[in-house]
């Protein structure tokens, strides 16, 4: 036997433990699911073959594209805000200074508590006589609804921001640290102003972190639950159902139809998939 063939065969025997851990995981589980989405089935009943009729009901459903819209409104509008503020506290905790590290750690805290933590305090905040209006009653302004119909998705991205955005400071702020200080100081002999810098320097340096960082967040706030189903369950009136939300009703409260549910998940897989690919890409470089 060569040596390559030799190298090649532990390398294949090395990741077999993964492969296996993901044909388990992965590779059943979307398969059984693509499979059932084909097919009706009624609780301890058999599946019956239907073809295309679960996803005929859902590109004919006005629910499903409202569902469609409500995610990508609030996925790219979190994702959106949590870069910024992320980048900026990065950049501005990324400077020496006295209490530098005490900030860092503070600055932290969102991400440190589960999502349902999240939830339920902001749940109690967003009443009409909580913290929020209190505040803004302090400030000479009007209280708001904050669970109305229009302005629960407001709510529930602003829940989402309040949470996620330490992560993109953390990922960010790896990212900064890693740039040369040379870097810097050539710029700074050649007279470049702070934001010469930030554009020729920094955002080149540090984009493959920013691309990463951000399609993580997207794949992972298009999936959330916890915070929209405790706080509005999808309401008032589908203002603020997304995917998860609706995947979730239907296979357990308003239909208990999993065929149907599992044609919903099979509908966004292309997205993650896509999703998925360009995140390794990035990471790859």
């Not at 749940?123 to 708001?144: E, V």
């Not at 399609?215 to 959330?224: A, F």
């Not at 919903?264 to 470089?285: A, Q, R, W």
């Amino acid at each position: 036997m060569s040596v390559r063939l030799k190298e090649t065969l532990y390398k294949w025997l090395y990741a077999l433990p993964t492969l296996i851990l993901i044909f388990f995981i992965f590779i059943i589980p979307i398969t059984y699911e693509i499979w059932l989405s084909f097919h009706t089935k009624v609780v301890g009943g058999e599946p019956v073959f239907a073809g295309l009729h679960n996803y005929q009901r859902l590109f004919t459903s006005e629910t499903f594209y409202k569902t469609i819209l409500n995610t990508l409104i609030y996925s790219f509008s979190s994702v959106f805000v949590k870069a910024v503020i992320g980048l900026a506290v990065a950049v501005l905790l990324n400077k020496q200074f006295w209490g530098r590290g005490f900030l860092r750690g503070f600055s932290i805290l969102p991400w440190a508590f589960p999502s349902f933590v999240c939830a339920v305090l902001f749940w109690f905040n967003y009443d009409y006589r909580g913290m929020f209006n209190f505040i803004l009653k302090s400030l000479g302004l009007q209280p708001i609804q904050w669970m109305s119909y229009e302005n629960a998705m407001f709510s529930v991205i602003l829940l989402n921001i309040w949470h996620g955005w330490p992560f993109f400071f953390m990922g960010y702020l790896a990212g900064l640290q890693a740039i040369p200080v040379d870097l810097y100081e050539a710029a700074e002999i050649d007279g470049a102003s702070p934001l010469q810098k930030f554009k020729d320097i920094t955002l080149p340096s540090i984009k493959p972190v920013i691309y990463t960082v951000m399609l993580l967040s997207l794949m992972w706030t298009m999936g959330e639950f916890t915070q929209i189903y405790m706080t509005t369950g999808g309401g008032p009136i589908d203002a603020t159902l997304t995917i998860p939300i609706e995947t979730y009703k239907i296979a357990f409260q308003t239909e208990v139809n999993m065929p149907l549910a599992a044609a919903y998940s099979v509908l966004t897989l292309p997205i993650y998939l896509i999703l998925i690919y360009f995140t390794l890409k990035e990471m790859g470089e």
